[in-house]
């Protein structure tokens, strides 16, 4: 078993790291880096910038079958293009292959927040929207207008993670998202960019959505159980609400759904004064324990989160575990993560760059649990303790999750869009229950007692 160890320290060491990197991909892979080959050394991939930003790297070889050589070559040149986000451990991955083993990734224990943030809001809007994944929901002369104005600042930002989270998926897959502009007519609209039946992802959907209006009754009835005292004019109350959702659904079941979303609302009030807040979170749904996972995403999370306020993780990982928690069934989702809602204090601009620091996490907490477990063989058991394990992922999000409930009490909202969260393929079977002492009854006690993960 070969371990390579690669650790950036200064800029003498790094030069030695690469170097040292680019003659194992020489004599591992059997192409020389030259012109002649068109294999050019590691140091030339477009990427390779961004491996001096991250830290305790280790890669360990692992027999477990899978593609050809040149395949898993292709795809490192794949991954090593990929979004400036994507962590070292996952852009290098598939760089140490040798023979017909490929090389797993144990993930860095810290992640570089400055290369996680989503780019900054400075810069010229239009060259910014070139980038995404669409055009804006919002017409780009009207965010020129308002460049300041927090809606605009919103939207940018969360066109920007959608366009990052979907590259950055596309390059472990090799497939393309489909993107689906939509217009509400009640006002607004969206972006709902999904990719079904892939190699990696059985279904990955990544929906930008900017609505305005008058909230129905319904709708309202909601805002005011959770404590918003709001004063409609004639029974009206003019909303506006943006914000981008994900759930990535893979085929691997050693591979973890994920989830995120975060959003932004402002409601006018009879006297004409705005009530807004902001609310989200990411959270894991593991079929198999690994608690090199859950330290890691946590860990980044918490990262994230203790910019901010060193109470952000403790709190908000308590109240995810509350949230996405199946009553009827006496246990929760997933691992957790963290969530928030209703959160504006202590001022707008504090929050939101709270919310900008979690958005720019979704790729590196994620990218590196894939890229881990990337080619894990599996058998007809474990595929199918993942299906009726999404069949939970299922009940939680049409009977509990607040966002389906929105969006359906919402005038015009796109149901295409709203249950986007649902997987391909689920499965329900009558009175199961794993046996004891398997892997499957060990998960189901992670479930059933929430632990601390960091």
Not at 36 to 47: K, W
Not at 191 to 218: P, R
Not at 238 to 253: E, L, Q, Y
Request: net charge positive; proline share 4%; glycine share 8%.
């Amino acid at each position: 078993m070969a371990t390579i160890v690669f650790c950036t320290v200064n800029r003498t060491a790094q030069s030695s790291a690469r170097r040292c990197l680019n003659a194992h991909f020489q004599r591992v892979s059997g192409v020389r880096a030259c012109p002649s080959t068109h294999s050019p050394p590691l140091t030339s991939f477009p990427g390779a910038r961004w491996f001096s930003r991250f830290t305790g790297v280790r890669f360990v070889s692992h027999g477990t079958a899978g593609r050809s050589t040149a395949g898993r070559i292709r795809r490192a040149a794949l991954a090593l293009s990929g979004a400036a986000v994507v962590t070292a451990a996952a852009a290098t991955a598939v760089l140490v292959a040798n023979g017909n083993h490929f090389q797993r990734a144990e993930m860095a224990t810290r992640v570089s927040q400055s290369s996680a943030e989503p780019e900054e809001e400075e810069g010229d809007i239009l060259e910014r929207c070139r980038g995404f994944m669409s055009p804006p929901v919002t017409d780009i002369k009207v965010l020129q207008g308002r460049k300041e104005d927090m809606k605009t600042r919103m939207e940018m930002l969360i066109m920007q993670t959608q366009a990052d989270f979907c590259r950055a998926l596309e390059k472990v897959d090799g497939g393309k998202f489909h993107v689906d502009r939509w217009k509400r007519k009640e006002g607004g609209g969206g972006i709902s960019c999904v990719m079904q039946d892939g190699d990696v992802f059985e279904k990955a959907g990544v929906n930008v959505s900017v609505v305005f209006g008058n909230l129905t009754e319904e709708a309202a009835k909601q805002m005011t159980s959770r404590g918003k005292v709001l004063k409609g004019k004639d029974g009206k109350l003019p909303f506006c609400a943006m914000g981008v959702s994900s759930v990535i659904h893979p085929k691997n079941p050693h591979i973890p759904t994920v989830h995120f979303n975060y959003r932004y609302f402002e409601i006018e009030e009879e006297d004409g004064t705005k009530q807004w807040w902001f609310g989200g979170g990411t959270d894991l749904t593991p079929v198999y324990v690994d608690k090199e996972d859950g330290f890691h995403f946590h860990n980044t999370l918490k990262e994230a989160c203790d910019k901010h306020h060193s109470q952000y993780y403790p709190e908000f990982k308590k109240w995810c575990d509350r949230y996405f928690y199946i009553r009827h069934r006496g246990e929760t989702r997933g691992i957790g993560g963290i969530f928030f809602d209703d959160l504006n204090s202590p001022n707008q601009e504090e929050v939101f760059k709270f919310v900008k620091s979690c958005a720019g996490t979704v790729v590196p907490c994620y990218l590196p649990i894939v890229q881990k477990h990337l080619n894990d063989s599996f058998t007809d058991e474990e595929k199918n303790w993942q299906q009726i394990r999404r069949g939970r992922y299922v009940e939680f999000n049409l009977v509990y999750d607040r966002g389906v409930k929105f969006g359906l009490a919402t005038p015009g909202s796109r149901i295409e869009s709203i249950l986007m969260s649902l997987p391909l393929t689920t499965r329900w079977e009558y009175m199961h229950e794993p046996a004891k002492g398997s892997k499957e009854a060990e998960m189901m006690e992670v479930f059933r007692n929430p632990k601390e993960w960091v």
